[in-house]
């Protein structure tokens, strides 16, 4: 059929994302009766009763279209980084966010400079909008080479991508390093400040918004991981809102769905219960890494909600670790084969994580 073989020649060489293994997958693949996922930095201890309540009150209002502007979500997230409303941008996710600023300001003959070991989603929106990728490698400690992207920036770039920290290598740029960076760019250059792990981070030299200086800067969070409404998808944008007219022309209208907005403002409203999770969160993180650290297989300092395990037999550890029901994320399609990535869980999560992490230790240093 001729719309096939367009479709065809179309979507040649995009590759679609490989989200973690589901756990109802690998309870089926290996028999198990209970699993553990740890591949996909989500908030172990689930959505605030806040935003719970928040949607169970609304869920007999699904019948009509959501409000298309988000104005209620948008005022609350107004208040909260003291911007206008219209320098919000809300997205299905942060991630439907920045395909559309990559869209938005990138096409064919373009290019989008980013980070070999950046979030894979810049490669894929990058492709999808016909515009060119370049990927520039990562420095030695697996962050962002500001220096090799400033050398790659030329006539073409039209956005450039960088994830702050940076998912999936955890790494941390300080503002001084990202204004030095900004100050050398074209004015029209989009660059997308991607804080999804933002509310993990404790050091202060990093709190960009009112800090950074750049006309073209967005910086976007997402509720996914703090805030634990992953399955909400719900993230936003905060820019110019001049920059924000042109991205709105390529939105869909009713983008984010209406039990996203009331639980995302629920959530927001949630101070407490999110600040307590991102604290055990952190604390957990630390623990684990000292024990990396003791076993000798800690893959760098992480930033976010999930530890680096750096590891000769990592494709090895990973099957033992699926055969004690852990899931952890593969790190190959990044080119870093002997890495794995692994989200902070509960603390019992992160017990029964150590506990079948030693064996596997001990079960490929014996192959
Ligand atoms: C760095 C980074 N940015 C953006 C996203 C997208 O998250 P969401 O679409 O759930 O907001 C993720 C998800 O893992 C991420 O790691």
Redesign the pocket.
């Known amino acids: 059929m001729d719309w096939m073989l367009q479709a065809v020649g179309q979507t040649q060489g995009l590759h679609p994302y490989i989200p973690g293994k589901p756990v109802e997958q690998l309870l089926r693949e290996k028999g198990l009766s209970h699993a553990v996922k740890l591949a ?2 989500e908030n172990p201890y689930g959505a605030s009763p806040k935003a719970i309540k928040a949607m169970q009150t609304t869920a007999s209002e699904v019948h009509r279209y959501p409000d298309g502007d988000c104005t209620n979500l948008k005022s609350a997230l107004a208040d909260h980084h003291a911007v206008q409303a219209s320098q919000i941008l809300l997205g299905n ?4 966010v ?1 395909e559309l600023i990559i869209r938005s300001f990138a096409g064919v003959g373009d290019n989008v400079v980013y980070s070999q070991c950046g ?1 894979i ?1 810049y490669a894929l929106a990058t492709q999808a909008a016909g515009a060119t990728q370049v990927a520039v490698p990562d420095t030695k400690e697996l962050g962002h080479d500001l220096d090799a992207m400033a050398a790659a920036v030329n006539d073409k770039t039209k956005v450039v991508c960088i ?1 702050n920290p ?2 999936p290598t955890g790494t941390l740029l300080h503002n001084d390093q990202l204004q030095a960076f900004l100050d050398n760019l074209p004015h029209h250059i989009v660059v997308i400040l ?1 804080e ?2 933002h509310e993990f981070v404790t050091d202060i030299k990093a709190d960009s918004l009112n800090a950074l200086k750049h006309p073209g800067l967005v910086v ?1 969070r ?3 991981k703090a805030y634990g409404l ?1 399955g909400c ?1 719900v ?1 936003y944008a905060l820019a110019d809102s001049a920059l924000l007219n042109v991205v709105n022309r390529f939105r869909e209208p009713f983008n984010v769905n209406h039990l996203a907005q009331v639980a995302a403002q629920a959530a927001l409203d949630d101070h407490d219960w999110v600040m307590d999770k991102v604290e055990r969160v952190k604390s957990e993180r630390a623990r684990l890494e000292i024990a990396f650290e003791a076993w000798g297989i800690l893959g760098g300092k992480s930033y976010a909600n999930f530890v680096l395990l750096k590891h000769p037999m990592a494709g090895k550890i990973l099957n033992k670790l699926e055969d004690q029901g852990i899931i952890p994320r593969p790190l190959a399609g990044y080119g870093l084969a002997s890495y794995l990535r692994i989200s902070i869980g509960t603390i019992e999560e992160n017990c029964l994580l150590l506990k079948s992490l030693h064996i596997a230790l001990e079960q490929t240093s014996n192959i």
Do not use: I, M
């Open positions: 996909s930095n996710g942060s991630n439907e920045l979030f989603v994830a940076n998912n991607d999804a792990y976007s997402t509720f996914s992953a998808r993230g």
